[in-house]
């Protein structure tokens, strides 16, 4: 892997970027500010670095990454970064913002300019909590920053919202998340292709994917049974089945996979055009599965990929209904 530094981290987010840079050189930060994004987008990376942006002694805009402050965020013991995080289950209640925020705001910063606060999953607070949280947005001491995490801005008060500046991380271009993977973890053009398009936009998902060694597992087994899906019998879908039944943090995957993988077949099918194939390196059996499928077949087959997904979520029996979608592949 190639070193990152600073903002160089936060892949595809220019946009993002250039107003916390901006924000820091023109001294001219909020005191309230919502990072939002889908999970993987960058959105807690990006908080921890704009925080660090904010203590770094360069006052640059941008993390040095070497200064004494930067060094301390970078290892989790500056003491004017804090995190608030819940003490009790998965959701930050009205105590926990209490006791590690509002009580706490009124000590000055120990030895930077700012005190900050990073509030993860803060969507998910309580509507007390946010009510516990509101009067420090109202009357907030000159050095306090709050910096809220969180999916989208829906769950929040009116009250909440209406105070802080709202930054959307978007996702990223696959063919950057693609170049990242390359660059970063050495993948093949072929392979990184095929992570940056399981991404969706998610630098995050994309790291994970290329770290661990089971998704690369999961794909093989899954690519090496749609290539002959359509002679497999009874044992042989058996034997499938029960192997993703034992990996339930591999269903999903695997699901996905297929509906990638059919979305080659259908591309393959209309316009044989194999620039756009996501299985670049399986080109020929997705021509023959092509040849072999009609349009209706494969739509028969994206609807039961969607029926699968609504019937698990439903806690229905797992290997039944991924019998009956092995099935519908196999017959279409």
């Not at 006052?59 to 003490?87: F, W, Y």
């Not at 706490?104 to 946010?130: C, F, G, H, L, N």
């Not at 080109?283 to 609504?310: C, M, N, P, W, Y």
């Amino acid at each position: 892997m190639t070193e990152e530094t600073g903002y160089s981290r936060l892949i595809g987010h220019e946009d993002a970027v250039e107003k916390l840079v901006s924000a820091v050189k023109n001294n001219r930060v909020s005191h309230a500010w919502i990072f939002q994004g889908e999970p993987g987008s960058g959105r807690k990376m990006c908080a921890q670095l704009f925080a660090m942006a904010l203590q770094c002694e360069t006052q640059s805009g941008s993390p040095c990454m070497q200064c004494p402050s930067c060094r301390k965020a970078l290892h989790g013991n500056h003491p004017d970064i804090l995190t608030v995080t819940p003490e009790k289950g998965g959701t930050l209640s009205v105590e926990d913002i209490r006791r590690q925020l509002a009580a706490d705001v009124s000590v000055r910063p120990y030895e930077s300019r700012y005190k900050i606060y990073i509030v993860p999953e803060a969507d998910r607070m309580t509507v007390q909590a946010q009510n516990a949280m509101l009067k420090t947005l109202e009357e907030p001491p000159a050095y306090c920053v709050i910096l809220l995490l969180a999916e989208g801005t829906d769950a929040f008060l009116p009250t909440i919202s209406s105070r802080c500046i709202s930054l959307t991380l978007r996702p990223v271009r696959t063919g950057l998340v693609r170049r990242y993977l390359e660059e970063q973890y050495g993948l093949d053009r072929e392979r990184a292709g095929l992570f940056a398009a399981f991404a969706r936009g998610s630098i995050g998902r994309a790291k994970a994917l290329a770290e661990d060694e089971d998704y690369t597992d999961r794909m093989q087994t899954c690519i090496e049974y749609l290539k002959h899906s359509r002679q497999a019998d009874g044992a042989e879908q058996l034997a499938f089945v029960r192997k993703l039944a034992q990996d339930s943090a591999g269903i999903g995957f695997a699901l996905e996979l297929f509906s990638m993988w059919f979305r080659d077949v259908a591309l393959m099918k209309a316009a044989e055009d194999a620039e756009q194939l996501i299985f670049a390196g399986e080109e020929q059996a997705i021509r023959t599965r092509a040849a072999k499928s009609s349009f209706e077949g494969l739509g028969r087959i994206f609807r039961a990929l969607d029926s699968v997904q609504k019937r698990l979520k439903a806690n229905v029996n797992t290997e039944l209904t991924l019998q009956v979608l092995l099935e519908t592949v196999r017959e279409n």
